[in-house]
T-cell receptor, first 112, second 113 residues
Framework: DGGITQSPKYLFRKEGQNVTLSCEQNLNHDAMYWYRQDPGQGLRLIYYSQIVNDFQKGDIAEGYSVSREKKESFPLTVTSAQKNPTAFYLC???????????FGEGSRLTVL | DQQVKQNSPSLSVQEGRISILNCDYTNSMFDYFLWYKKYPAEGPTFLISISSIKDKNEDGRFTVFLNKSAKHLSLHIVPSQPGDSAVYFCALQSNFGNEKLTFGTGTRLTIIP
């Protein structure tokens, strides 16, 4: 079955620690995205990538980093510089030139 | 600066009636518009879309209307069913070589049996 797999589904982190969220897709999509969802704020774009070895900052990139070494993988690192990292993180992908995003099931990060 | 606003955080509708969800935007460069539906602890799923060359697109119980001059987008669901209870997001894209989608703040729709 084609789709997007995010892991882990739930993650707890102590303050000051970096954590990496995994996102893998087998849809052969070129574009991949990371969004963050907070109550009352909708989905806000963190980073996106249109091609391997290239990515662009979204609206709230500070405190996050990404890499795109393979077409199917787009991991997100939440660094200790992110001031309010507790949130629900969503990875998505799509075909270039189209609008329809396909989302993973999300990863909930809680900082203790 | 919120470019895309869904001014109703929540909406309750009786089963069988029409649900109308609204989305307003400020940037006239947006020219492709989508609606997504999201259940708790899941990723959003695509519902319906419309391009700026149209003012209406229909798919079963779902119809999206676009008023470009007013920069207003709406989703009509009729008849509303209990399974429609979810959070609905509008998402907008500018097609000038830009693969970025901007989402609204979401509206939680509750269908009352």
């Amino acid at each position: 079955d084609g789709g997007i797999t995010q892991s882990p589904k739930y993650l707890f982190r102590k303050e000051g620690q970096n954590v990496t969220l995994s996102c893998e897709q087998n849809l052969n999509h070129d574009a991949m995205y990371w969004y963050r969802q907070d109550p009352g704020q909708g989905l806000r774009l963190i980073y996106y990538s249109q091609i391997v070895n290239d990515f662009q900052k979204g609206d709230i990139a500070e405190g996050y980093s990404v890499s795109r070494e393979k077409k199917e993988s787009f991991p997100l690192t939440v660094t200790s510089a992110q001031k309010n990292p507790t949130a629900f993180y969503l990875c998505a992908s799509k075909v270039l030139g189209t609008g329809e995003l396909f989302f993973g099931e999300g990863s909930r990060l809680t900082v203790l | 600066d919120q470019q895309v606003k869904q001014n109703s955080p929540s909406l309750s509708v009786q089963e069988g009636r029409i649900s109308i969800l609204n989305c307003d935007y400020t940037n006239s460069m947006f020219d492709y518009f989508l609606w997504y539906k999201k259940y708790p602890a899941e990723g959003p799923t695509f519902l319906i879309s419309i391009s700026s060359i149209k003012d209406k697109n229909e798919d079963g119980r779902f119809t999206v209307f676009l008023n470009k001059s007013a920069k207003h987008l709406s989703l009509h669901i009729v008849p509303s069913q209990p399974g429609d209870s979810a959070v609905y997001f509008c998402a907008l894209q500018s097609n000038f070589g830009n693969e970025k989608l901007t989402f609204g703040t979401g509206t939680r729709l509750t269908i009352i049996p």
